[in-house]
Nanobody, 121 residues
């Protein structure tokens, strides 16, 4: 079984920073795309940023220049560095992996349980 576990959320003042981490469990050979999504109350889940195995990344327009996604392929982890946070960044942030190749087979569209980020003074 493969699991994604997020950490690093919390309460931060506007203009502050947080770093989210997503760790994996299981006997993993490779993960193609890893990404961060978020869902604010009353809104649909939206893409924040995603990064392919080779390192190319793309971002939502709303976070460009403020957030940075990175990954460690050896550790099968993905990070999201969030700077200059705004109240509108408040949401539950979810880690996602589109395809995970393991010793037990291939798993698709895996989600973590989410971590709350609240930006407020």
């Amino acid at each position: 079984q493969v699991q994604l576990v997020e950490s690093g959320g919390g309460l931060v003042q506007p203009g502050g920073s947080l770093r989210l981490s997503c760790a994996t469990s299981g006997s993993i050979f490779s993960i193609y795309t890893m990404g961060w999504y978020r869902q604010a109350p009353g809104k649909q889940r939206e893409l924040v940023a995603r990064i392919i195995r080779g390192g190319s990344a793309n971002y939502a327009d709303s976070v460009k220049g403020r957030f940075t996604i990175s990954r460690d392929n050896a550790k099968n982890t993905v990070l999201l560095q969030m700077n200059s946070l705004k109240p509108e960044d408040t949401a539950v942030y979810y880690c996602n992996a589109d395809r995970i190749v393991t010793s037990q087979g291939v798993f698709y569209d895996i989600w973590g349980q989410g971590t709350q980020v609240t930006v407020s003074s």
